[in-house]
């Protein structure tokens, strides 16, 4: 059973940054597909960022050259570095996991998801 466990969270004001950390209790096969998404109170979950094989790396439009989504597969551990945060980032942010087998997007998907870690950014 994989686990994964969202850290990092919390609140910042607009232009700020914050790093969110999930941990995974294992990395194999059916999890190098990873990926960070969101959901605001009220709307729908979004795909924020994904990545996958040696660095592979793909993001929601609104996101682009603000977030950065890294993995550590010494410490199994998924990154996401968010910069010049809006108010409109605030959101619960998760940490998910699936197989690459099938393709690897912010549109599969995923079979495993951490708890959740929320992000609050005032103007």
């Known amino acids: 059973q994989v686990q994964l466990v969202e850290s990092g969270g919390g609140s910042v004001q607009a232009g700020g940054s914050l790093r969110l950390s999930c941990a995974a209790s294992?990395?194999?096969?059916?999890?190098?597909?990873m990926a960070w998404f969101r959901q605001a109170p009220g709307k729908e979950r979004e795909g924020v960022a994904v990545?996958?094989?040696?660095?592979?790396?793909s993001y929601r439009d609104s996101v682009k050259g603000r977030f950065t989504i890294t993995k550590d597969n010494a410490k199994n551990t998924l990154y996401l570095q968010m910069d010049s945060l809006k108010p409109e980032d605030t959101a619960m942010y998760y940490c998910?996991?699936?197989?690459?087998?099938?393709?690897?997007?912010?549109?599969?998907?995923?079979?495993?998801w951490g708890q959740g870690t929320q992000v609050t950014v005032s103007s």
């Open positions: 294992v990395v194999t096969v059916t999890t190098n597909c």
């Open positions: 990545i996958f094989g040696v660095g592979t790396t």
């Open positions: 998910a996991a699936v197989s690459m087998w099938g393709g690897c997007s912010l549109g599969r998907a995923f079979t495993y």
